[in-house]
């Protein structure tokens, strides 16, 4: 069977439908096309022709044309749009115009880069011209950095290489940056928050080394959809945008299904697994040989959703090796040797985490199945978007899981679709971050008196740091008066970049894999089932001070998931007031402790849990700032079970409002709630900054928290939702019944207004 | 207090106190820091800054040695030190030159506040310190030292390739400059003493050839880690009293530069009756003289290493190569067959025997004997090694051998035929 006959027999499968919440179909769209224009050079048109490319897209050619203007433009299209070319085009015409021409490729994991190399060098040696596209990362070898810094046309890196390799050492780069055209952003969505608020000054700093070399580079942003690219780019480059968000590709008819597993237990109301649901549905079109994406949310998830999948296809003519699996903690050449496999056609089927929602190329796919919503509107479009042909149809699949949120979200289908997509909130201007990369740009280039870098009080913040000794005001000049190197001190991210490696000790010892420091605990203690690409193996020794794991192959029928238990405890307050009655807030310094503590042994296919066992782990702990506030403990005809949703469900709708007010992203704070503090010994909400040290969220929340209440509580009011949605208080399943009558009572019982 | 508090603070605060001093107090200060560090005032069209100018008549010894006798030193041995056959160094148009900065981590700003240089007028020797009493006075210390550079052709340096090179390179280029640097030619003498010296001495350090050398011990020098926060010191206090030792320690430096190279050329003007040059040296020295194809002097200093344990075996396997290049073909037999005898690199040995027999000599019944022998010991080495062991060695005498007893075989049918 084909696809389509394959949509028309589940639109008559009574099961089926029995589960689907909704059918929308998006109807197939016509391409529209501009021929290359006359300024291209002929020598890209013939690369271009040997790739069966004989015009351009029309959104191709607005970029083309604004760039080769001298326009900044970020381009907003769907994936698999050819959106690649909106930049490589205008970039390689002016070096074959003028080979001193240089660019910078900025992208957010090193993953993506090597992709693009790969990718851009194709074109290049497709003109046999002699252009060097080089990566500059981390893992670049000290001997090809000379060569990179003298000769690379086209030097692609990662703002953090950026923050610490090249801009303090520019005298090196002195070819680049004097000749440097363009600056390429993919990706841009990813830049939201305090990643996004650092990348941005670290771009103010280029901004300000260009300047000194004489160069004013050219910016080319590229955006998955966000509800506001324009804004987003031109505060992370400081440069005005032009938009291009009509896409000119041609798509073929696609079918968006949101789909709630069926009851399994009416009175408990308990749902089949979405996991063995959307196995289900991804075999159904594997074995028809429809090449197919399974997205699912945890890196556990997808080894577990693989296993079965292999095992499904294992007696049919593609065989179990059709289908992979995709995840960080891969070593780059498995994952190289995927994506080209899903390219070329050899692998039929793929089970990712968020990882392959980028824009790594792995050609079109016919089917995309969303195991459990992916927490954003835009991240579930991203992901539908990896099934997409340009004439034939195509069908994403949302299996929803027993969640609350997903809950929600797949019993209204109408808030996902007529709600617009996220936006990208960053704050360049926020004071931690500003002052730690005027500390850098001082170092690379001391301030002329009058200079202002990204806001007009510059100076007052360069006088500050005068008095702190950390620079020095002579002769009309800010110099860097200290030993250290600034940007090694400044991350540009909140987690660290350690890798625990994992060794297989079956045979001769080999690495296999990677797993980020943070979820070590949780994926590799001992007698941690840990699996990779399908493949079981059981975790013998983890060395935590080695940062290794050695592990041996298995074939046993069960899979390991840990508990993590997350506490904070006061640790300073730096700030306290009585607002009134029985409410105080505070500000101050708080130990954030997540540690491992047990893991369960869970059993594949029934999900039965058949043990379990102790995890012996020291705690992952962060300090940080936090700002919290008690509420009266006694309110008149507020049960027990009425406070506890009414702290849940005000403690959400600060943490969904607030990003607004701090222009960061929702991931760069979190809330906690307690119903008797130990601190306090009163009920408590605690918002803390998700980063180490804190950047400023926590205070200015404590500065602002009356008018957040009050906005928290015109929120409430306004929604349409009967008794919680996660616009508001959260899923009713989450908080709890009444939870938006006893998070406004609470709010009244605060402000006392 | 956090920082946005410190901020407030701070910004409220200042409006109350005069922070800047007037023009005329600081011209004071300048001469009076001047005068303190026993320097006077350099005027330039980037401003004013303090140079020490100190120097030292024909007499002047430092570490035992004449200054003077730096001199002395011929071009071939300059060749030599430089292990460079084309360049051209003459140091009585070189000068000597040792940075002190604001940090070891490097990176643009890093600044290079002392920047001590030393050159030879006549037979005496003039060293000039130029310091940046203040960080805005780069450009005019900068000025003056490309003004001295223009009547110089060469630098002399410890470990300037990598630090202090670059370092000024980046400051004349920050400060928009032509660098004057690029086109001279640079003897840098960590890496003369450490193709010399590398083998014997633990530390290729200028305290540690100091130590080693001529038996000098530094009294009171301050570590070099502990300078950048002397200066920064000074600069938020203005007392220059702290710098002095810095200033020493600078000076120290720049002449010890001076006797190393003198050090080092008497030794290498005679190589074997000087008493700087002691065992593991000659192996060193061996593979100097051969890089630079001084060969007879080559197998001299690898004949003096083959008693000297640590560089013994790799001296043995140099001469013998040595020896096989030359074409003395009957040393290196000599030389092979003892170190088969002494379990000295046998394998290599055997191998070196076996192709000698079977391309030179045409002996293919000793050749097969060599290769045969050799495969032993590979054998035994991989017992003793299990997995680690390197395979392809066993692979690569396995396909000699067999290419030896062809040649034997074809042989013999010859000898057939002819008969």
């Known amino acids: ?753 | 207090m956090n920082l946005s508090e410190k901020l407030k603070n701070f910004i409220t605060a200042k409006g109350k106190q005069n922070l800047s001093g007037s023009a005329s107090e600081e011209r004071d200060e300048l001469a009076s820091i001047s005068h303190f560090l026993g320097g006077n005032l350099m005027d330039t069209p980037y401003g004013r800054h303090i140079v020490i100018e100190k120097v030292f008549e024909e007499h002047f010894c430092h570490a035992g040695l004449k200054l003077c006798a730096a001199l002395e030193i011929s071009p071939e041995i300059i060749k030599l030190l430089t292990k460079n056959l084309s360049i051209e160094l003459d140091l009585k148009k070189t000068v000597f030159i040792d940075t002190e900065t604001t940090g070891l981590a490097g990176g643009s700003g890093t600044y290079a506040f002392l920047i001590g240089v030393g050159y030879f007028e006549g037979n005496s020797f003039r060293l000039v310190q130029y310091f940046m009493s203040d960080l805005d006075q780069e450009p005019a210390v900068l000025y003056s030292l490309k003004k001295l550079f223009c009547n110089f052709k060469g630098l002399v340096s410890f470990n300037g390739k990598a630090y202090d090179i670059p370092l000024l390179s980046a400051r004349f280029l920050i400060n928009r400059m032509e660098d004057p640097l690029e086109s001279m030619a640079h003897l840098d003498l960590l890496h003369s003493a450490r193709r010399i010296f590398g083998e014997r001495l633990e530390s290729i350090s200028l305290s540690s050839l100091e130590q080693h050398l001529f038996f000098m011990e530094r009294k009171d020098d301050v570590p070099g880690s502990e300078i950048p926060s002397i200066y920064f010191r000074y600069l938020r206090e203005k007392d220059p009293s702290p710098l002095k030792p810095v200033f020493h320690h600078n000076q120290m430096d720049i002449l010890s530069l001076v006797s190393l190279i003198t050090k080092m050329g008497q030794a290498l003007y005679n190589p074997f009756g000087t008493e700087t040059f002691k065992a593991q040296d000659f192996y060193c020295l061996g593979r100097l003289y051969e890089d630079m194809g001084m060969f007879e002097n080559s197998v001299k200093c690898y004949r003096k290493a083959l008693y000297v344990p640590g560089v013994k075996d790799r001296a043995y396997r140099r001469l013998s190569l040595l020896f096989k290049r030359m074409g003395r073909w009957d040393e290196a037999e000599k030389l092979w067959i003892q170190m088969v005898q002494e379990g000295i690199s046998q394998q290599f040995a055997l191998i070196e025997l076996s192709k000698l027999y079977e391309h030179r000599v045409k002996d293919y019944e000793k050749a097969a004997l060599a290769a045969r022998r050799a495969l032993e010991v590979a054998y035994d080495k991989r017992r003793l090694l299990g997995r680690y062991h390197d395979r392809s060695e066993i692979e690569e005498i396995r396909k000699r051998l067999d290419r030896i007893l062809l040649k034997m075989s074809k042989g013999r049918e010859e000898q057939v035929k002819i008969i």
Not at chain 1, 174 to 181: E, P
Not at chain 1, 507 to 518: N, Q, Y
Not at chain 1, 533 to 548: I, M, P, R, S, T
Not at chain 1, 640 to 666: H, Q, T
């Open chain 1, 1 to 753: 069977m084909n696809l389509e006959q394959l949509l028309v027999k589940l639109k008559n499968s009574d099961r089926f439908k029995k589960c689907v919440t909704r059918w929308e179909v998006i109807p197939p769209k016509p391409g529209e096309y501009e021929p290359f224009p006359d300024y291209l050079d002929k020598r890209l048109i013939s690369a271009l022709n040997k790739k069966g490319i004989y015009s351009l897209y029309s959104h191709q050619a607005k970029a083309l044309e604004e760039v080769t203007k001298g326009n900044s433009v970020v381009v907003v299209t769907p994936t698999a749009s050819g959106k690649t070319l909106c930049y490589n085009l205008p970039v390689l015409n002016a070096i074959l115009r003028d080979r001193n021409t240089r660019a910078i490729y900025l992208f957010p994991t090193k993953a993506l880069s090597q992709d693009q190399v790969a990718e851009l060098m194709e074109t290049i040696e497709a003109m046999g011209e002699d252009i060097k596209t080089f990566t500059y990362d981390g893992d670049t070898p000290p001997s090809a950095r000379v060569a990179i810094r003298k000769d690379g046309h086209i030097v692609v890196t990662n703002p953090d290489m950026l923050h610490t390799g090249i801009l303090p050492h520019h005298t090196k780069w002195i070819k680049l940056f004097s000749n440097l055209k363009y600056v390429v952003i993919d990706e841009l969505h990813t830049y939201r928050g305090v990643f996004g608020s650092h990348t941005a000054n670290v771009i103010r700093r280029l901004h300000r080394i260009c300047k000194f070399y004489g160069s004013n580079p050219v910016f080319i942003c590229c955006s998955a959809t966000i509800a506001n690219p324009k804004e987003l780019a031109e505060k992370l480059t400081g440069r005005p945008m032009t938009l291009i968000d009509k896409s000119g590709a041609p798509s073929g008819e696609k079918n968006v299904i949101f789909y709630n597993p069926p009851v399994v237990n009416r009175q408990l109301g308990i749902r089949k697994s979405s996991l063995l649901e959307a196995k289900d549905l991804a075999l159904e079109f594997l074995k028809n040989g429809i090449k197919t994406i399974v997205f699912s949310r945890s890196r556990l998830a997808v080894e577990v959703l693989l296993t079965y999948l292999k095992d499904g296809m294992k007696n049919t003519s593609y065989g179990s090796e059709a289908i992979r699996g995709y995840r960080g903690g891969y070593l780059p050449r498995e994952r190289r040797e995927i994506e080209r496999g899903l390219r070329e056609g050899q692998i039929l089927g793929v089970v990712s985490t968020n990882a392959l929602e980028l824009g790594i190329d792995i050609g079109g796919l016919d089917v995309s199945i969303i195991t459990g919503y992916p927490g954003s509107i835009a991240s579930t479009w991203q992901q539908a978007g990896r099934a997409g042909r340009r004439s034939s149809v195509s069908v994403s699949i949302l299996v929803a899981s027993s969640n609350p949120l997903d809950q929600y979200i797949i019993n209204h289908p109408d808030y996902f679709f007529g709600q617009p997509p996220e936006s990208g909130l960053i704050n360049p201007d926020n004071l931690y971050i500003l002052v730690s990369h005027i500390k850098c740009a001082a170092f690379e280039l001391p301030f002329e008196e009058g200079e202002k870098f990204g806001v007009e009080t510059t100076e007052e913040i360069l006088s500050f740091l005068e008095s702190e000794k950390i620079l020095r005001h002579v002769g009309g000049r800010w110099y860097w008066m200290a030993e250290a190197f600034p940007a090694e001190e400044i991350s540009l991210r909140s987690a660290s970049t350690e890798n625990f490696v994992i060794v297989d000790i079956t045979e001769e010892p080999k690495v296999i894999g990677e797993v980020d420091r943070a979820s070590a605990p949780m994926l590799i203690h001992e007698e941690a089932i840990y699996i990779h690409g399908g493949q079981q193996y059981q975790v013998e020794k983890l060395d935590y001070e080695e940062k290794k794991a050695y592990v041996r192959k298995v074939d046993v029928d069960y899979y390991t998931d840990a508990n993590l238990a997350v506490e904070i405890k006061v640790l300073d307050v730096l700030k306290e007031q009585l607002r009134q009655q029985e409410s105080s807030k505070y500000f101050g310094e708080v130990l954030v402790r997540s540690m491992a503590t047990m893991f369960k042994k869970i059993k594949f296919f029934t999900h039965e849990n058949v043990g379990s066992g102790p995890i012996h782990l020291p705690p992952e702990e962060m300090h940080t700032t936090a700002f919290w506030f008690t509420v009266p403990e006694t309110l008149p005809g507020l049960t027990p079970e009425d406070l506890k949703a009414g702290l849940a469900g005000l403690c959400n709708v600060l943490v969904n409002i607030a990003p607004l007010y701090l222009m960061c992203d929702p991931k760069d704070i979190r809330g906690v709630i307690h119903v008797k503090s130990p601190f306090t010994q009163k009920p408590t909400i605690f918002i803390y900054d998700a980063y180490p040290g804190g950047v400023g969220f926590a205070e200015r929340l404590y500065q602002m928290d009356t008018s957040l209440l009050k906005a928290a509580r015109q929120v409430i009011l306004e929604c349409g939702c009967d008794d919680g949605c996660p616009s508001c208080v959260g899923p009713l399943e989450e908080v709890g019944p009444g939870s938006k009558a006893s998070a406004l009572r609470l709010i009244q019982g605060v402000l006392a207004d």
